[in-house]
């Protein structure tokens, strides 16, 4: 069953959320997720409520964010000094997508590969399977983290670049609110609503998951007057619903300050109710802070006066068909952030 209507989302994925809660049991899931036992591929239970309660702990609460945030800090630092070391005279070209990956994977894996993420204060046999557990968790955030944070990064930049004057608010807000005398912080955030809303008019447009993650229901229901059987894969297009010109003006323009207004259920690139994605938050901080740093750091310009191509390829999470390549050029702030201890 496809749904594309913010009604049928609502009325599987919160009256019906718990008979929707359940994962189809995919081959490839057999073979790369543990036979089907790692949080995103697990059906609804207690398995799966130990994991997400482990990775909410470990991970994803505001006070473990925190805790990580010195690591967010470091690798931007290292990916802006990469930046820096091809741009730092004049203008010069860059395939953004491997340098972002390369970030988005080690932030992930400096989190998850701590003495205390895997429980030094078990001993014994609980301690090996207590590491063995992690390490499952740990791989399963890697992979579901690192691609769909970087090619957010990357349409993100794209749009950008074929929108010089939403760059150039973007510049200004940057300006106005935390200057040119010191770095932009990952908690200059909240003082960034204008970046924000270029980041969900990105996911709007270019949603990672553009069909979520297929959910399977586990006992009959009716959804929009239809009877539906048990074991019905349910795809959600939310692609569909974040273009729909019914629902939004304008739908494939693109415009950050459409979301000066909350957008409601018509937005949903996070999924939506208990399987919905627990790295949000994660996600958020580290696209934020990336793109920020990148427009408070660098000018950006496209390599020629042709316009991104915004194709979309094919892959798990919606990439671009052509990588980007950009050109960028370090502004006189990138010197302050090179001479400042990491
Ligand atoms: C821009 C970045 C991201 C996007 C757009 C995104 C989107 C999504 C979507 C659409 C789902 C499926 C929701 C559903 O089935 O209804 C999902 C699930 C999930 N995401 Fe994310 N995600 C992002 C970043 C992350 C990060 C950074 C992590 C972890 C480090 C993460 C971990 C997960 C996990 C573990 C699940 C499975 C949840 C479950 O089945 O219970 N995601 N994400």
Redesign the pocket.
């Known amino acids: 069953m496809v749904v594309s209507s913010p009604s049928a989302v609502e009325e599987c994925?919160t009256t019906n959320d718990i008979v929707f809660a359940n994962?189809p049991p995919l081959t490839m899931a057999k073979y790369v997720a543990y036979n089907c036992t790692?949080?995103?591929?697990?059906s609804y239970g207690n398995h799966?409520r130990n994991?997400?309660r482990i990775?909410t702990l470990e991970?994803?609460s505001s006070n473990r964010l925190n805790v990580f945030t010195g690591i967010r800090r470091d690798e931007i630092k290292i990916f802006l000094n990469k930046l820096y070391s091809v741009s730092s005279h004049d203008f010069d070209k860059v395939e953004l997508k491997p340098m972002l990956m390369e970030l988005?994977f080690n932030i992930?894996m400096r989190?998850?590969a701590g003495k205390r993420y895997y429980g030094e204060e078990e001993t014994g046999k609980n301690k090996a399977e207590a590491k063995e557990f992690r390490e499952m968790i740990a791989e399963?955030?890697?992979f579901?983290?690192?691609e769909?944070?970087a090619?957010?990064l990357e349409w993100a930049m794209s749009n950008l670049l074929n929108h010089p004057q939403v760059l150039e608010k973007a510049r200004n807000e940057l300006e106005l609110n935390v200057g040119e005398e010191t770095f932009m912080n990952e908690s200059d955030l909240s003082k960034l609503p204008y970046l924000q809303n270029i980041?969900s008019e990105t996911?709007r447009l270019y949603?990672?998951?553009p069909l979520?993650?297929?959910?399977l229901s586990s006992q009959e229901c009716s959804v929009g007057g239809y009877h539906v059987q048990p074991n019905t894969v349910l795809l959600?297009n939310?692609w569909a619903i974040h273009r729909d010109p019914e629902l939004w003006d304008d739908a494939v323009v693109f415009k950050p300050e459409r979301f000066e207004c909350t957008p409601g259920n018509k937005f949903?690139?996070?999924?939506?109710?208990?399987?919905?994605?627990?790295?949000?938050g994660?996600?958020?901080r580290?696209?934020g802070f990336a793109l920020g740093s990148m427009i408070h750091g660098f000018e950006w310009k496209r390599a020629s006066d042709e316009e991104i191509d915004m194709s979309e390829g094919v892959g798990l999470?919606m990439p671009k068909a052509k990588s980007l390549e950009a050109m960028c050029k370090a502004r006189n702030i990138m010197k302050k952030v090179l001479s400042s201890p990491l």
């Open positions: 994925l994962r790692t949080i995103g591929t697990v799966w994991l997400r990775s991970i994803f988005t992930i989190m998850v399963e955030m890697l579901a983290g690192t769909s944070s090619v957010t980041i996911l949603p990672a998951g979520l993650t297929p959910h959600v939310a949903l690139p996070f999924g939506l109710g208990r399987r919905s994605c627990p790295g949000t994660l996600a958020n580290v696209v999470t």
